[in-house]
Each structure stands twice: as C-alpha cells, then as structure tokens.
C-alpha cells in the first residue's frame, strides 16, 4: 500500500512539473513571438442585417509558433495576461489591424479586442492614438471590444480611460455580453456603441421562448441605450432567422465567414457584398 501510496504521488508531481514546464516554455516561446514575426491576425466579417454587407471584421489574433503550429488565443492570451506580454502583443494588435483596415473599402471598420489588463497601463489611449496616426486609419473606422470577464468598470480609472477612448473618436463595444456577472451595471457606468451577445446565448434562441424572449428585451433595452447589437457566433440559418427577428443589428459567425488570412479579406467582402 506504502510502494502504492508513493508511486501515485510520484505520477501526480510528475505530472505537474510537466504541466508548469509546458507553461514555462509557452512564456519563453511566447516573449518571442513578436520579434520572430509569429503573431497573425485572422478577421471575421460582421454582417450589417439591415444593407446585407460586411460592416466590419473582428481582428483575432494567431500565434504561428515555431514547430508547434497555430495556437488558438485561449490557449496563449491567459499567459500573455499573467506575464504582462499583453501589453507589447495588444499593442502589436491595434497597430497592425489598424494598418490592414487602412487599406480596406472606406466603410468597413475593424474591431480589435483590449485585455482587461490593457487598461492597468495609463497610457493606453496614447497606444490606440499611435496606431491610428502609424496606419492613417480614421477613428471612426476603429472599434475597441471590451471584455466584461474582470470587474473592469469597477475602477474609476478604468473608467476614465474609457472616457479618454471615446474621446479619440474610436467606437466601443462591450463584448460577450451575457456572461458575466456585472452586464447591467456597465451599462449604466459608460454608454457602449455596441452590444455583442455572446454565442452561449446565441446557442440557446433554437431551443425555446424563454432565450429568444431575453435577447428581444435585450435589444431593445440597447436601442434605447442609444447602441446596435451584434449577434455572435451565429452558425445555422435558423440562428439567423431568429437573431434577425428579434432586433440584433449584425451577425458574426461561421454562417456567413470562419475567420481568415488578411489577404483573403478583399475576396471575401466582394463574395458577401454580392459584387
Ligand atoms: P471573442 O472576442 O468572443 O471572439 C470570438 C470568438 O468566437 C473567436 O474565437 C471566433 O473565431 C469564434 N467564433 C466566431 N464565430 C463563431 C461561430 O459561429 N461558432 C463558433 N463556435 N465560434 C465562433 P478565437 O479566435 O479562438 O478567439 C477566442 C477569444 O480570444 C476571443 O473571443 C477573445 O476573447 C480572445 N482574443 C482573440 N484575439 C485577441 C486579441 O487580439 N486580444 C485579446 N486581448 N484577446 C483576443
Ligand atoms: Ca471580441
Ligand atoms: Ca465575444
Ligand atoms: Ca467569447
């Protein structure tokens, strides 16, 4: 029983060494990533219900690692977060989705998401104020999506980062809106651009009343917020019929788009926009 006791304890610490090295590899792999040029961004379109084209595409971002392959953001953002390489890597972000939207048609924006960590820095509206002056890209053209996962708003210097955002002219949106624990406060603290419901929501509208019920009064409690909706993670027509039912203003999904290369992003507004 002894020999049994002490073989499980060996496997266990085993197998968390293995699990911090994986961890400390993907740290040192990850401090590298930017200079070695793996980093990418894929963008997925936002379908405008009301015109039927490609409002804006989200920037999500890829990391290309050496002899690994693709490594999705929830497996690398996390330890981004932890390490405090958010901060070049968001950087990195902005600058770069803001100089391939530079080259898009005039009317399409581009939506970048910020790390609730991002706004731990001051000078983040000074980074979002560079990469618009670095790429040419007018404000308006430029989304910032928020995250409600951390207790963001509860900080009044949050706040006023987010006030000194606005006052860039770049839009906001609160995004995965109807996860969290905080929804309805934010909305009262600052008043978002757009709302983006989350797919777990947007998941359950086919499976009865009670959630389509929900994101009709969610819509409209928004519009009279003075913010558009954004349906997210739309993926069967039945999804969209709905979601189009019930008010939302644009759709994001594998209906309409998977996220792609930015150098598909041209053939891809012209194949959606039906020209
Ligand atoms: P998110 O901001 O909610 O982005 C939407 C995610 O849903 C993306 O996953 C997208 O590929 C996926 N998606 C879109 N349509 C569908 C659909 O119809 N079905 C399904 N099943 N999924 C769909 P992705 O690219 O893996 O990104 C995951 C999360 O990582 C993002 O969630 C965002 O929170 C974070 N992330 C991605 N890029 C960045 C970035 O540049 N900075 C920061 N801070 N976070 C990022
Ligand atoms: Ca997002
Ligand atoms: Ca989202
Ligand atoms: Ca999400």
Partial sequence: AKAAGGGCYRVFETGMGEELRRRQTLKVDLSGAIERGELELAFQPIVDLRSGRVGSFEALMRWNRARRGLVAPAEFIPTAEETGLILPIGRWALEHACTEAAGWPAEVKVAVNLSPFQFRQTDLAQDVAAALR??????????????????????????????????????????????????????????????????????????????????????????????????????TPEQLRHVQMEGCDHVQGYFFSRPVPASEVGALIASLNGA
């Fill in 134 to 235: 670095v790429s040419g890209l007018s404000p308006g053209r430029l989304v910032l999506e928020i995250t409600e996962s951390l207790p963001l708003l509860g900080n009044c210097e949050n706040l006023t980062v987010l006030h000194r955002l606005r006052e860039l002219g770049v839009q906001i949106a609160l995004d995965d809106f109807g996860t969290g624990y905080a929804s309805l406060g934010y909305l009262h603290q600052f008043r978002f651009d757009n709302l983006k419901v989350d797919r777990s929501f947007v998941c359950s509208i086919t499976k009865g009343r009670e959630a389509r019920t929900i994101l009709h009064a969610v819509t409209r409690m928004a519009h009279m917020l003075g913010m558009t909706v954004t349906a997210e993670g739309v993926e």
